[in-house]
């Protein structure tokens, strides 16, 4: 007796191409921006600077208390949110839509904070507020704003949501 006439379950398509260059994008741009948070970290001069400006009564001991913690923490939160990035990006290639869907809303968040960062940076905003933002900082957010924008797109072309529909279809047949 064949898998199909025993009632078995017959292997899902593999994903569509536009599926798997939205994990590829996902990955790189979150990788991307995890090093440029890793690079704002690595100075701690500048750190050390915003912390004086904004906390001027500190005395040095507890300046650098608070860097080191606030290093400790950003890279903690770094590498966590790079792992949250990758697991999701890889359930979505296996067909987990909650994947692309949870994906879809951080992605949104993403651009739209992205874009907004931008818009005060250009405009002058961060200046004025005493924020520091180098060229390289800069580069790295525009470049992080256009993967995440690529790959919110890509995941919800044609081919994407033909394939997330056939596999909602072939799971509730199985139910």
Known sequence: MSPV?????SAPPPPPRAVRLS??????????GAAGSVQQLADRGRLLEELRRSKPDLTQEQLDSAATGGVLFGLLFTL????VYIMLANRMVR???WA???LAVI?????????IGLVGIFSGLAASLGLHVGALDVVISVLVLGLDAAALTAMFLP???AWFT???????RRN
Do not use: E, K, Q, Y
């Open 5 to 9: 006439d025993s009632g078995a379950a």
């Open 23 to 32: 994990r590829t994008l996902w990955i790189t741009g979150a990788v991307l």
């Open 80 to 83: 966590g949110l790079l792992a």
């Open 95 to 97: 067909g987990a839509n």
């Open 100 to 102: 692309r869907v949870t």
């Open 107 to 115: 992605g949104g968040l993403s651009v739209l904070f992205g874009m």
């Open 159 to 161: 081919p994407a949501n």
């Open 166 to 172: 056939h596999l909602a279809c072939h799971r509730n």
